[in-house]
């Protein structure tokens, strides 16, 4: 079908206010970080957000977010969260709103991860400050009020090429053990020649191809791309990981590769969910104040997220 007439108005104004990448080639991060400031937008309220920081990689301090959901359980699941961004732009608090959603609707608690980003720290920083968070999770749920049985990882775009590879960092180096991955429009390969969607897909719709390739050059050397911690679709076996929900937009250059990872972990005999969101382009699924189908995205989403951290 054809881009979706609200998402396109959506993505309409976006451009609008400025918030592109059209240009990025010519840009610092910094300043393209100034580019995709936004203003403040209503949120859900929770029950009560925390903001702390622990233990990074490397010896570094790692901000986190802790939101608790409203609901009353007697130990809640909990959530390890990666925000999207290309590993270059975005955090803690780029993300707030779409955490907020995603806590209530899941009814577990959201522990939202502020990793260093590029290129000032550089793969593996990212990721290896996403495992150390999800191993501070798991060691402190008692203090946190969840069960550490009922740990998931999830992220969106750049983040749920995290989430991918946190869950196989915990499989390959002995734990925390994962219960559930949520992979929202991942970045699963650094390879735009490899997956047709980066073509059909590489310009018009928001995200483009020209910027993947500048985020994938901010990020990470070229031999490290082949490596499945940056590259989780580059893994040679992926048996042994966490259920999951891998959620993709029609007019997404990150399409295939996402829907490709999603088919690769049900070969391996993982159980996996994969939803194309037919008329929707990156970035729709925190956009539930303006664009129906994110409402329907995270409601999917969660429901995956709540069968996958039952008790």
Not at 11 to 26: A, C, H, K, L, R
Not at 100 to 114: F, H, I, L, W
Not at 156 to 162: C, K, V
Request: overall charge negative.
């Amino acid at each position: 079908m054809a881009l979706d007439s609200v998402a396109q108005a959506v993505m309409e104004m976006m451009e609008q206010n400025g918030v592109s990448f059209d240009g990025i080639t010519s840009m610092t991060a910094g300043e393209l970080r100034n580019r995709m400031q936004l203003g403040e937008m209503p949120v859900e309220e929770v029950a009560r957000t925390e903001d702390r920081t622990i233990p990074g990689a490397d010896g570094t301090e790692l901000p986190i977010r802790i939101y608790w959901p409203e609901i009353t359980e007697e130990l809640l699941g909990v959530v390890v969260f990666f925000h999207g961004g290309g590993w270059v732009i975005g955090g803690i608090d780029s993300h707030d709103g779409q955490v907020r959603e995603m806590a209530n609707r899941t009814g577990a608690v959201y522990v939202s991860v502020d990793y260093r980003l590029a290129p000032e720290a550089r793969f593996p920083a990212a990721a290896e400050d996403c495992y150390a968070a999800t191993q501070w999770v798991a060691g402190n749920a008692a203090s946190l009020g969840v069960d550490a049985h009922r740990l998931g990882v999830a992220g969106d775009s750049a983040g749920g090429n995290l989430a991918a590879v946190v869950a196989q960092m915990s499989r390959d180096r002995g734990g925390p053990a994962i219960a559930h991955q949520l992979l929202v429009y991942p970045c699963c390969d650094m390879d735009t020649s490899a997956w047709p969607s980066q073509t059909e897909n590489g310009s018009g719709y928001f995200l483009t191809r020209e910027a993947m390739e500048w985020f994938y050059d901010q990020y990470a050397d070229a031999a490290d791309r082949e490596n499945p911690y940056a590259s989780p679709i580059k893994a040679t076996d992926l048996a042994g990981l966490p259920p999951a929900c891998v959620i993709t937009a029609e007019y997404d250059p990150l399409r295939d590769e996402g829907e490709a990872y999603g088919h690769r972990l049900q070969q391996a005999g993982v159980a996996c969910e994969i939803h194309r969101y037919s008329g929707m382009f990156h970035g729709f699924f925190g956009m539930t104040l303006g664009i129906p189908k994110a409402m329907e995205a995270q409601e999917t989403a969660a429901a995956a997220v709540r069968a996958g951290l039952s008790p």
